[in-house]
């Protein structure tokens, strides 16, 4: 093998070196940029979605409360009751564990949960029991009274719960599009570090040939026709 086609070779095997480095830097980001992504949505997953879930499930027994203090007040039998005053200590008791819950996968809203949290215990404990005792003593005039007062300051604990539900919305919906936005951009920068880097060693192969054998064999056939023709080369 002769020198000068070793020389070439090298430069063959160089361009498909640099042509493996670009695409597996490009490779590499691609690759990294997406576990990025994918941790972003697994957060949203496991901790944004989950507090989302557990913030419903209070605000539905708020809706519960509301539904329970109207049903004991038109109940009749004293049985039935106690049992519904079971439930609404059930209820009451399920709505601040679900409250912590919320917390714990939203801590960024821990102080709109523990003002709501405050809100609904200081109705459950200081409202409430007045209208449960006047239940009790079939005393409906007072009962109803207070009924009204409460749905008044449930329906405030539940305005609350909304305002935060609407951030909670925002900021998700805010995330997920930044990550889509993300996703977008990474695919956008891959294809052109790539396809960029596939063009330059493209060209510089081409550089090569040109140089590197087109251009010595028109010499070598410019100096064979000048033979032919007798001129000393």
């Given at each position: 093998?002769?020198?000068?086609?070793v020389?070439l070779l090298y430069?063959?095997i160089?361009c498909?070196?640099?042509?493996?480095?670009?695409?597996?830097?490009?490779v590499?980001?691609a690759?990294?940029?997406m576990?990025e992504?994918?941790r972003?949505y697994?957060?949203?997953l496991?901790?944004?979605v989950?507090?989302?879930k557990a913030n419903?499930?209070?605000?539905?027994r708020?809706?519960?409360f509301?539904?329970?203090?109207w049903?004991?007040?038109a109940e009749?039998?004293p049985a039935?009751?106690?049992?519904?005053?079971?439930?609404?200590?059930?209820n009451?008791k399920?709505?601040?564990?679900?409250?912590?819950?919320?917390?714990k996968?939203?801590p960024?809203?821990a102080a709109d949960f523990?003002?709501?949290?405050?809100?609904?215990?200081?109705?459950?404990?200081?409202?409430y029991?007045?209208?449960e005792?006047?239940t009790?003593?079939?005393n409906?005039?007072?009962?109803v009274?207070?009924?009204?007062?409460i749905?008044?300051?449930?329906?405030?604990?539940?305005?609350?719960?909304f305002?935060?539900?609407?951030?909670?919305?925002?900021?998700l919906?805010?995330?997920?599009h930044?990550?889509?936005?993300?996703v977008?951009?990474?695919?956008?920068?891959t294809?052109?570090l790539?396809?960029?880097?596939?063009?330059?060693v493209?060209?510089l192969a081409?550089a090569?040939?040109?140089?590197g054998?087109?251009r010595?064999?028109g010499r070598?056939?410019?100096?064979?026709q000048?033979?032919?023709?007798?001129?000393?080369?």
């Open positions: 093998m002769q020198l000068s086609n020389k430069k063959i160089g498909f070196l640099l042509l493996s480095v670009v695409v597996g830097f490009g590499w980001f690759a990294s940029k576990e992504i994918d972003t697994a957060s949203m496991e901790n944004e989950q507090g989302m419903f499930r209070a605000n539905a708020l809706f519960n509301g539904r329970m203090s049903r004991i007040i009749t039998d039935e009751m106690q049992k519904l005053s079971r439930e609404i200590a059930a009451h399920e709505f601040s564990d679900f409250i912590a819950q919320a917390k996968g939203l960024q809203f523990d003002r709501i949290d405050r809100m609904f215990d200081d109705m459950m404990t200081k409202e029991p007045p209208l005792q006047a009790m003593a079939n409906n005039e007072l009962a009274r207070l009924a009204k007062d749905a008044k300051h449930n329906q405030a604990v539940r305005d609350a719960q305002a935060i539900s609407n951030k909670l919305d925002k900021e919906s805010d995330r997920s930044a990550a889509s936005a993300d977008a951009s990474t695919i956008k920068l294809v052109l790539v396809g960029g880097g596939f063009l330059a493209l060209a081409f090569i040939v040109q140089f054998i087109a010595p064999i070598l056939v410019g100096d064979l000048a033979m032919a023709r007798g001129q000393d080369v």
